[in-house]
């Protein structure tokens, strides 16, 4: 069965920084257990391990097409990653989306606690607040969107938009990764629903309640991160990726299976370089790690099926019978073995057409040789961009939908001499230390609790 983002049990990016998170400060982590039952039991599971509390519950088959498969991820996750033409607009999937965050509303009730504060996390769960102030919930509640906000004009296409952003208000703190996307919900609440808004504080007064609006980029862990880097695991497997490699440059993608990572036009612009660059086949290998992503959704399965089309034309036209130059992996991979893959790779692709942050391009980052670091190659239209593109010394941005900026920029991260790449490096390295995601927790808790969140 699939895992949902944010659910609790869930892993990845996401799930690993927030249960470093739970493990700082202590508290219980609620969400849907990823798995279906026949019928809704009502029945919680409840475990704790390594210092982190979790109450899980199921979910039956209808709610996961509708809620999960149906409303949150054909409809809000493509909306909010600007894709109106991969959006579906069904009523009954969206009633699906509200009844099921009834349900966990009914269902975290009993556990929260009248000293409680209460953090919801992501798209799934935007009426999960209002719905807890419906059963009398008085506590701090704030919310935290982990991908972009639209702007209002596509928005405005979600049929009763205004009843979902009215939810949100309903929270005390609302929180998003970047100033654009906290700019966009200023610009919604003041234009489409008449809001009082303050742009210098992110106040928001409407219909008597007063809500706060902030953005708060993310960060890795990055200790446990680093951690992971002495690991004999992450050891063995850098010097397997770098065996593997046959003394050429490796540049490595990891990203989840989903068309918001721009994975086919990242092939094109590969493609585009071995185009221009005939000669050069021998000096680069570019490994693409994929794990699938709810492979219930058809998007999902087109999606995989474009990216073997063209990464086997590539390799047909460009293999030898001792290299070939695309390798794409449809699995995944522990931590330690991802931090070797990074530390062999002198290139670090991320280029998502759209994405909230994205924590594989800091995790590129931690994991480089201070002395002989990689490049990051990383999309503008990444959240990481803002952070990490500083003023052009930090990663090299480049644009997704080209392929010739691609292949410039491959080119360029190839020849660029060492005394750049520590540059490069040394400017980004900071922001991913110090911005880490203890601070980020540390950050919004703060606001929610302290007296700047009324």
């Not at 996307?181 to 629903?193: K, Q």
Request: proline residues 5%; glycine residues 10%; charged residues 25%.
């Amino acid at each position: 069965m699939p895992k949902a983002r944010g659910a609790a049990g869930a892993q990845g990016g996401l799930a690993g920084a927030l249960n470093a998170a739970l493990k700082e400060n202590g508290g219980l982590w609620f969400g849907w257990s990823g798995q279906e039952s026949e019928d809704r039991t009502g029945n919680m599971n409840i475990q704790r391990g390594d210092g982190v509390t979790t109450a899980t519950i199921d979910l039956s088959k209808r709610d996961v097409d509708e809620y999960y498969n149906g409303y949150a991820n054909s409809t809000l996750w493509p909306l909010f990653h600007y894709r109106i033409d991969l959006t579906e607009y069904e009523s009954k999937t969206g009633k699906g989306y509200e009844r099921v965050n009834d349900r966990f509303a009914e269902s975290v009730l009993p556990l929260i606690e009248e000293d409680d504060l209460v953090w919801v996390h992501d798209y799934h769960l935007i009426p999960l607040g209002g719905r807890l102030r419906e059963r009398g919930v008085k506590n701090r509640i704030g919310f935290f969107l982990h991908i972009p906000w639209p702007p209002t004009r596509l928005l405005t296409s979600l049929p009763f938009h205004e009843r979902l952003v009215r939810t949100l208000l309903d929270y005390d703190l609302i929180g998003f990764q970047t100033e654009e996307w906290l700019g966009s919900f200023l610009h919604y609440c003041e234009n489409e629903l008449g809001a009082e808004v303050d742009e210098a504080t992110g106040r928001i007064a409407f219909e008597g309640r007063e809500t706060r609006a902030k953005a708060y980029p993310i960060g890795i862990d990055w200790d446990h991160f680093q951690s992971q880097g002495a690991n004999e695991e992450a050891k063995a497997a850098e010097q397997r990726f770098l065996a593997s490699t046959r003394n050429r440059t490796a540049m490595i993608g990891v990203d989840r299976l989903d068309y918001s990572k721009g994975l086919p036009e990242r092939i094109d612009g590969i493609g585009r370089f071995f185009d221009q660059h005939p000669e050069r086949t021998r000096d680069l290998v570019f490994i693409q790690i994929a794990p699938p992503s709810r492979e219930d959704v058809d998007s999902y399965q087109k999606i995989r099926a474009e990216l073997e089309q063209k990464t086997g034309q590539i390799n047909g036209a460009r293999s030898e019978v001792d290299l070939v130059p695309i390798r794409y992996v449809n699995r995944g991979y522990s931590h330690a073995e991802l931090y070797g893959f990074f530390r062999a790779s002198k290139i670090g692709l991320v280029t998502p057409l759209r994405d909230g942050m994205n924590l594989v391009a800091k995790e590129y980052v931690a994991a480089q040789d201070p002395e002989d670091p990689g490049v990051l190659l990383l999309s503008g239209f990444a959240g990481a961009a803002q952070q990490l593109g500083c003023d052009g010394k930090g990663a090299v941005l480049v644009n997704p939908h080209s392929p010739d900026d691609l292949a410039r920029a491959i080119n360029l991260a190839l020849d660029m001499p060492l005394a750049e790449r520590k540059s490069r490096f040394e400017t980004m390295l900071p922001t991913v230390r110090d911005d880490n995601i203890q601070e980020w927790t540390l950050d919004f808790c703060g606001d929610l609790a302290g007296p700047t969140a009324k």
